[in-house]
């Protein structure tokens, strides 16, 4: 099949106003011209980083051994290597990008580069560290990810008032995500505040999709009645595109548009977690039913490559559909599952997902420092 085949559905998606982004970084795929050939071929505008995917490519060993070795011979802490590792890639990652975030003025070609996991309760230190990160990737392009939780909300406004660029990450509630827009806000008129160019500083809101309707489907197979069964794989989709009904009211208030008449852009929403888990469903379903002007879908490779081949993008496919998606999550709520015990556990257990995959990391990097693979 000839690039220009493969490519079509993602160009629709783009002329639709959504913002491809990979969700994946690896040394390989760098050094490769992979990521090169993707941003060419494949309309693919930003890079998104998370533990997990730190993990898996420095775990894996491929393209990491000169710099662990000498690491190892500096005698680095496992700490400072890992930082040494992922804010290289990052950075790499960051020039290969450069075209796009200069063509699309800061908008896209962004790659972003999230706090250590162990620190998403702790505020001063995930302000602290999201500094040291902006400082160690020296790249105008680098968005520093921030968890969504309680401790990270205020963390988002300090770090937006210093005029770093933030993508905000494990989102799963709409009052939570409501929350995550006004922190934002709330650091972009401190920004102000302090005389900073707000035109220069950007952020996106990952509003996570998959993991919901994987553990409410869960619970409505549990249930097993005909009734649970008519809503199943409905939440998921309900959930963001409610996301994008209060995006829409929150920057058109008067906030907003004071800030914008200032020079400041929209938080972007971004739909995260869109690999679809579930066989039953098609592949592409959180790319096809998410198009919506002024997003961003950050998808695995997998997901990228069943778009190209087989996506049915269809146009704007959220605008309208509000009052339907309420209804959806209220018979999921009809049905006794709780809409905020879900999402609360979604984020207790995504937090502690990427904080395991980071203590396998370091485990890994400890051994290939004490000699263990870096050979």
Known sequence: MSNAATSSPLKALSDEGVSIWLDDLSRTRIESGNLAELIEKSHVVGVTTNPSIFQAAIGSGAGYEDQLADLAVRKVTVDEAVRMMTTADVRAAADILRPVYDATGGRDGR????????????????????????????????????????????????????????????????????????????GLEKAHERGLDLSVIHSVASFFVSRVDTEIDKRIDALGTDEAKAVRGKAALANARLAYEAYEQVFASERATKLAAAGANKQRPLWASTGVKDKAYKDTLYVDELAAPGTVNTMPEGTLNA?????????????????????????????????????????????????????????????????????
């Open 111 to 186: 790659v972003s580069i999230e706090v250590d996991p162990r620190l998403a309760h702790d505020t001063e230190a995930t302000i602290a560290e999201a500094k040291q990160l902006a400082w160690l990737v020296d790249r105008p392009n680098v968005m520093i990810k921030i968890p969504a939780t309680l401790a990270g909300l205020p963390a988002i406004t300090e770090v937006i008032g210093l005029g770093i660029s933030v993508n905000v990450t494990l989102i799963f509630s709409l009052d939570r995500y409501k929350a995550v827009m006004d922190a934002y806000l709330a």
């Open 307 to 375: 778009t190209a081949d087989h996506g049915d993008i269809h146009g704007d496919a959220v605008s309208g559909t509000y009052e339907t998606s309420r209804e959806e999550l209220a018979a999921v709520e009809k049905l006794g599952i709780s809409y905020d015990e879900v999402v609360q556990q979604l984020e207790d257990e995504a937090v502690q997902k990427f904080e395991a995959a980071w203590n396998d990391l370091l485990a890994t990097v400890a051994d290939r420092l004490r000699g263990g693979e870096a050979k």
